[in-house]
């Protein structure tokens, strides 16, 4: 079927498709596919009813026209589908959670109302770990989303459908979140494209917030022009997000260098297979006249300890509001304080409780200094040390995964086992800078692992330089 927007659209203008045909197929996949596979929690009724108004814009065009007409609208049509912690006007938003169940979000946020503005229609929203905290799309209160691929294997996460619709061919394109791999892990573990912005690059106003000073939404696609138009299309500065900033540095360079955190990479826990992959693609790269150096940032290995120590002290804190007074259901018994403990003992997941659990801890009185404040100050070095390596090197090549996607069930009783998995995508979080991950493929076309699964290749760049990012993804 269709692969890329660009492909959509000459079929659009050349009249051999319409939108609800596009649509129709999405939706007979999903029909046929959704059940076993888990990744849509809902598809929205009006998407036909959409597809067909927009159709109707077209129907009296030339094909000169409506050639016109999309460089204005450069997604119109496109089914996409959100991540279920985006909120759009009218339709549930639970962020996979049984405390959100039946809420109903009152407004769009900033990246759907640009979405929509540029002519995209929302298919439905997908599954995710319960607040996006997870890796595996296991923490859903709506039950596990399969992978796509082979369906004993989980499809990742937080933004497990996201993902997996792309690869399910669910959807043309998808937004999901990344506050620590979120958008990298499951489209390494999906073999498909997914695009961590810079921090504050793109507004988020309207996403439920995991850690805010992490989060930031992007798209996923299995085309590099897909998720580079959709970036452009969503970024931007928004008075609804005092966090974002404007424009990103136009690309200057001719000639990109990278650079290999070896002594990271090759090391014990992870797999021989992504060892190769990474072997692989310098080879690849220094055959197409692209530097290639060895780096050392040695406080990389301690990016996951800040990480899980921030992380959940931001999470305590913004789960706060759940309380069953503000938002969504609650637990009623006849004691007021009792209600509160009912309404978040019953309604959220084990790995939410863990996580403001361990927050709480860590930003009380007597351990604030001894682990956030410190975290803090590394989280400040980190940032500097990874800075000074960019006026070295355009781009840090990584794995996205220690490995490929595990097994449903492997990880579910080891938490730590989980956290570790995103030793590598944790870092760009921690920094605000971009990171893409693009699947990792053998000269033959291959995965280049013996169970078949696909591998992900992470290149993070300095703040705002995504096109640098594009550009080697498009080299390769
Ligand atoms: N797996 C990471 C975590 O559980 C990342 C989550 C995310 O990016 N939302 O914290």
Redesign the pocket.
């Known amino acids: 079927m269709i692969q890329n927007i660009q492909e959509f659209h000459s079929q659009l203008i050349d009249k051999k498709i319409t939108i609800s045909d596009l649509v129709n197929y999405y939706l007979k996949n999903i029909e046929k596919k959704n059940k076993d596979l888990n990744i849509y929690l809902e598809v929205f009724d009006d998407v036909l009813t959409i597809a067909k108004q927009y159709d109707a814009e077209l129907e009296n065009k030339s094909s000169d026209e409506i050639k016109t007409f999309l460089e204005t609208k450069k997604l119109f049509g496109v089914p996409v589908a959100i991540k279920d912690n985006i909120l759009i006007k009218g339709k549930i938003a639970s962020a996979s959670s049984k405390s959100l169940e039946k809420y109903v979000a009152s407004y769009d946020a900033t990246t759907i109302v640009k979405l929509r503005e540029a002519g995209a229609i929302f298919l439905g929203r997908v599954n995710m ?1 319960e607040f ?4 595996s799309t296991e923490n859903s209160a709506y039950g596990v989303t399969k992978n796509p691929l082979n369906k004993e294997y989980v499809a990742g ?3 497990g459908g996201s993902a997996a619709a792309i690869s399910a061919d669910m959807a043309l394109i998808t937004l999901g ?7 990298r ?1 499951p489209a390494s573990y999906n073999g498909v494209i997914g695009l961590k912005p810079t921090y504050g690059s793109v507004s988020r106003h309207g996403l439920m917030a ?1 850690a805010s000073s ?2 930031v939404i992007g798209p996923f696609s299995k085309d590099i022009d897909d998720v580079k138009m959709v970036f452009e299309i969503i970024k931007g500065q928004d008075e609804l997000d005092s966090t974002t900033h404007g424009e990103m540095q136009p690309m200057t360079k001719n000639k990109i260098k990278v650079g290999i955190p070896n002594e990271f990479i090759f090391t014990e826990g992870v797999s021989e297979e992504v060892k190769e992959s990474i072997k692989d693609v310098s080879e690849k790269l220094k055959a197409q006249g692209v530097e290639v150096v060895d780096i050392s940032i040695p406080l990389l290995k301690e990016a996951l300890a800040l ?2 120590i921030l ?1 959940p002290a931001e999470v305590s804190s913004n789960m706060a509001r759940y309380d069953g007074v503000r938002y969504g259901e609650a637990v009623s018994t006849n004691n007021g304080i009792e209600d509160y403990l009912q309404t978040r003992g019953q309604l959220l997941g084990p ?1 939410v409780k863990r996580r403001i659990i361990l927050g709480t801890y860590i930003l009380s009185a007597g351990y604030h200094d001894a682990y956030y404040k410190k975290a803090l100050i590394f989280r400040e070095k980190l940032i500097q040390d990874v800075k000074e390596k960019f006026k070295d090197v355009d781009v840090i090549l990584t794995p996205t995964t220690p490995d490929t996607a595990f097994k449903i069930g492997e990880k579910v009783t080891d938490p730590l086992a ?2 570790l ?2 030793i590598f ?2 870092t760009a ?1 921690l920094v605000g800078m971009p990171a893409i991950s693009v699947p990792y493929m053998t000269d033959k076309g291959e995965t280049g692992t013996e169970n078949k699964m696909p591998l992900g290749l992470q290149f993070m760049a300095n703040t705002d330089d995504e096109n640098v990012l594009f550009s080697i993804v498009k080299m390769l």
């Open positions: 770990d996006a905290m997870g890796g996460g937080s933004s979140s990344d506050t620590g791999g979120s958008i892990q995991m992490f989060d990480y899980y992380v790995e989980l956290y998995a995103d995508t944790v979080n």
